[in-house]
């Protein structure tokens, strides 16, 4: 599965200053006085598909957030809890949550194994829920982290240009080069064994910080690159030069001018980002070196499911449902978020 | 032993001589309805090491003892009688002199290995050297010979086994041990102390290149993580021991055991070294019995090792609490069915084998999860970390989910590290990974109650570098039944063995026993599953054995 996140933004003038292409278009529209912030929301608002799915994520978001009152309240078990010998009542006949064959229950449409078990006697529905919180966590931090380190990685490279952005830029090119699901692997193979120790702080193997910070790291180069090509545009344009000229030193440039005119860049690359972190943690998941079980995410269920197709197909597709819902709405919700700030951006995930 | 497990034995033994008649001579007639000659596919999630001297698991058993004969062999012959062990290299089996501390054994003349080399008498001592210098799995069954344990220590390969004598004129090997051992025969009889030719067997691991053997085979390594390849052995002559029906046997290496399943179903692989996936089982169990069974071949124990040098299982009391905490009928789920619930270490079928009367509460019944959490409780340990270690195989990983939710349960702040098989063996044997507690496993090398207890539990086991003895098992009561014990003949001296079970067991809690494996045999629609199922008591299946339909 190779995934590519391809921004074709050229690195040339006219794609650099967003803003200026935001107030065109509000010219063109007749809205005089209108920020470009407010006009993007406006056009978002307006894009009603958009809004759906990005409804559609709220909700799932929302019911993944709710797994600990479901567990207690309705399941009565938690994610990791097995049954291996319980019994539950369905339809008034009491029946095994797992068979002395080893086969699991299947949808039971109550509060106890609403979606039946897994070869543990897990409840499938209960794992699913803390599954999803797992998998938005790891996207969402991923994306954060990828987002900070990628805009910091252009704002140098582009700023300082010369040995500073050669250095940078190769150091992206190397990750560049590696297919990111099989860097990803190998350094999930490697990071799930030893665990990562930088200086005195340690993280363990089994720690969801390994996922996030490998999806996070893989991923810098794809948002990076094109945020150091608008960055050399940037440090070009008058503003920045009156910056210079009354004494402002580069950090505050950076931060003050340059950051913010990169801010919709962000802002559209960060659903994309999210969506992408779900669908690379739930790759890793599935090869066994993404969250560690017993820990659930969407991506070691199905891979569990998929072991248990034959008698418990539900163990895979369900979780699957979920993801390429969740996927999908972001996806479209990205979509709706880049028209609304910059139609004519081509910024585009690749799967 | 119960009466189903006598009958199954019966029924084992009745089919082998069905099977194979008299014929353990040096060819084997083609069989009523098999052919000789063909090939096969072979799924397996590989041998752990194709270097004779370093292989461990069962698989690798399987892949290599039709390549590599020893001094001794086991009857190449289906069920219980395949125990017995037979003359291999050597004439005959010898009897040991000197208060049984001296074997003296004269090789066959002409032997000759795959490369068509002459089989010299220093080559056997070649094997034991590297045996011992790489701390091989099974080292420690070498180490009583005279000098053996000083070369260990010692590291130069190039020094003497004095307990080992060899002449090459006249083809005669002397083994002298320190103490008897009657575990010795048996140990010969395996694959890694077959001879070798000396001057392509240097001390380092020759896993991608094995040296040449004296088997019915020879073994081509294509890739050590995906293929391996037995062919006929043109130079192999040896009366007593059948030269193979197949002309070539493939190994194909393969992580997912449902996608092997799937392949014998559908005629891609002829045989799988493992157990069809639990989620497949029932369906393999119901549609395919003409080529389907389980026996509970070879006897074998599983059991969850308790690290007893550090927290928690240092305290007997945390060990007992496990072994309280423990509920079979939860495994046999894991399992699907094909777990016997005891509480035993030695499991049935093996001598010495005596039902133990359970300290911790019947083993077909329930947990008794109370007493456990007031165990641990006492032990001052409630709320230590513990990290359960297992393979993320299935049911592997299965397995150790269901015994961290136990250790949970009982007090313990329990989480769960699974490894890919190969790392999981490797890593909790090593004393600096500190691994507490996990699952582990072990089926019968050879017939012998040694078998179990020397490496899983003796103090010898832990001077291999991963060592078997995953608990760092020292007690000097176990040394001193285990000295007593290795020189007697394990048929008289069964009271004095069941004893020790119920020491390790009941008094000590060194383990946490919860069952006995049945394993099963399943081939595709070519393989001759009447005559050749190959289902043996040592290597669970012999591939010598193996025919294909006519």
């Known amino acids: 599965m190779e995934e590519r996140l391809d921004s074709v933004l050229p690195e040339g003038v006219e794609t650099a200053v967003r803003s200026d292409a935001l107030e065109e278009t509000a010219e063109r529209e007749h809205v005089a006085g209108v920020g470009p912030w407010r006009l993007a929301a406006r056009r978002l608002r307006r894009d009603r598909i958009a809004m759906g799915f990005g409804m559609v994520f709220l909700v799932l978001v929302v019911i993944c957030l709710a797994a600990p009152t479901w567990a207690t309240d309705v399941a009565h078990t938690g994610p990791l809890k097995n049954h291996l010998t319980d019994t539950v009542v369905v339809d008034g006949e009491r029946k095994d949550v797992v068979s002395l064959d080893g086969v699991p229950i299947g949808p039971t449409w109550q509060g106890e194994f609403f979606l039946g078990a897994d070869t543990n006697g897990r409840d499938t529905a209960v794992r699913l829920l803390y599954g999803g919180r797992n998998s938005l966590e790891i996207g969402v931090l991923a994306a954060l982290i990828t987002t900070v380190l990628a805009v910091w990685a252009g704002l140098l490279a582009g700023y300082a240009r010369g040995f500073t952005d050669a250095v940078i830029s190769r150091s992206l090119d190397v990750i560049w080069a590696y297919p990111v699901a099989l860097l990803a692997i190998a350094l999930g193979t490697a990071l799930s064994l030893q665990g990562l120790q930088i200086g005195p702080i340690e993280i363990s193997g089994e720690s969801k910080l390994i996922p996030i910070l490998i999806i996070a790291v893989v991923y810098v180069p794809y948002m990076a690159r094109p945020l150091r090509g608008q960055v050399l545009a940037l440090r070009e344009r008058d503003f920045v030069e009156a ?19 990169l801010s919709s860049t962000i802002v559209v690359f960060f659903p994309l980002m999210v969506a992408n972190a779900i669908l690379l943690e739930a790759a890793l998941g599935f090869l066994g070196v993404g969250v560690r079980a017993p820990e659930p995410s969407w991506g070691n269920m199905i891979g569990d499911g998929v072991k248990h197709i034959l008698t418990g197909p539900h163990l895979a597709i369900v979780p699957g449902i979920m993801l390429v819902a969740t996927v999908l709405a972001l996806n479209v919700f990205g979509d709706g978020v880049r028209d609304a700030f910059d139609p004519r951006a081509r910024i585009h995930l690749e799967h | 032993m119960t009466i189903r497990r006598v009958l199954a034995l019966a029924a084992l033994g009745l089919l082998a001589l069905s099977a194979c008649g008299e014929d353990d001579g040096g060819g084997r007639d083609a069989l009523q309805g098999s052919r000789p000659g063909g090939s096969i596919r072979i799924g397996t999630v590989g041998p752990d090491e194709y270097d004779p001297v370093l292989y461990q698991t069962i698989p690798a058993a399987q892949a290599l003892q039709p390549v590599y004969t020893g001094l001794l062999t086991f009857r190449h012959v289906e069920g219980a009688a395949g125990a017995h062990v037979v003359p291999g290299l050597a004439e005959k089996v010898p009897e040991p002199t000197d208060g049984g501390k001296s074997y003296e054994f004269r090789l066959r003349d002409g032997l000759k290995y795959s490369d068509g080399s002459p089989v010299r008498a220093s080559d056997f001592e070649n094997t034991i050297k590297r045996l011992l210098k790489l701390a091989g799995p099974y080292s420690s069954f070498l180490t009583g010979i ?23 004129r006249t083809g005669e090997i002397r083994i002298t041990l320190t103490e008897p051992d009657t575990k010795l025969e048996f140990a010969l009889a395996e694959p890694y102390t077959a001879p070798t030719p000396a001057a392509k067997s ?48 493939t190994g194909v290496v393969m992580d997912s055991i449902p996608r092997m399943t799937q392949d014998v ?6 045989f799988m070294t493992e157990d069809p996936a639990g989620d497949l089982l029932p369906l393999v169990r119901q549609r395919y019995q003409d080529r389907f069974r389980e026996d509970p071949n070879p006897p074998n124990t599983y059991y969850f090792f308790l690290n007893v040098t550090i927290p928690p299982f240092d305290s007997q009391l945390a060990r007992e609490a496990v072994n309280y905490a423990l509920d079979s009928r939860a495994l046999v789920r894991v399992f ?56 993320s195989g299935d049911p592997w990983e299965a397995i150790g989910d269901y015994y961290r939710d136990v250790l949970a349960q009982i007090g313990f702040e329990a989480r769960m590290k699974a490894l890919d098989q190969q790392l999981f063996f490797e890593l909790t044997g090593l004393r600096r990974t500190k691994a507490q507690t996990g699952f582990t496993s072990w089926l019968q090398d050879f017939p012998h109650p040694g078998d179990f207890f020397e490496p ?44 020790l079970d119920d020491y390790v067991v009941n008094e000590k809690a060194y383990v946490a026993p919860y069952g006995n494996e049945k394993t099963s045999t399943f081939f595709s629609e070519r393989m001759d599953f009447e005559n050749c199922s190959g289902v043996h008591p040592v290597w669970k299946n012999d591939w010598i054995l193996f025919c294909l339909k006519e």
């Open chain 1, 243 to 261: 910056a210079r000229a009354q004494g402002a030193g580069p950090v505050r440039i950076m931060l003050t001018e340059i950051l913010p005119n």
């Open chain 2, 146 to 168: 005279v000098g053996a344990a000083e070369f260990q220590e010692n590291g130069d390969f190039g020094a003497d086994i004095p307990g080992i004598e060899t002449n090459n």
């Open chain 2, 202 to 249: 240097p001390p380092r691991s020759l896993n991608k290149e094995p040296p040449p053997g004296v088997g019915p085979y020879k073994i081509e390594v294509v890739d050590p993580n995906r293929e391996f390849v037995l062919t006929r052995n043109r130079h192999f002559d040896v009366p007593g021991i059948p030269k193979g029906n197949l002309d070539k046997i």
């Open chain 2, 265 to 270: 179903i559908k005629g891609e692989l002829d």
């Open chain 2, 336 to 391: 699907g069915g094909r777990l016997q619930p005891s509480c035993n270490f030695l499991p049935p079928g093996v001598v010495g084998y005596e039902e133990l009367d359970c300290k911790y509460g019947d083993p077909n019944g329930g947990a008794d999860l109370e007493k456990a959490r007031e165990l641990v409780e006492r032990s001052g340990y409630e709320g230590e970390e513990v990290t359960v270690w297992t393979s």
């Open chain 2, 456 to 499: 899983l539990l003796g103090a010898d086991a832990l001077k291999a570098e991963p060592t078997l003895n995953n608990g760092f098992v020292n007690d000097p009561h176990i040394e001193e039944a285990l000295d007593a014990l290795r020189g007697e003949d394990p048929e008289r001296a069964a009271g004095e063995w069941a004893e």
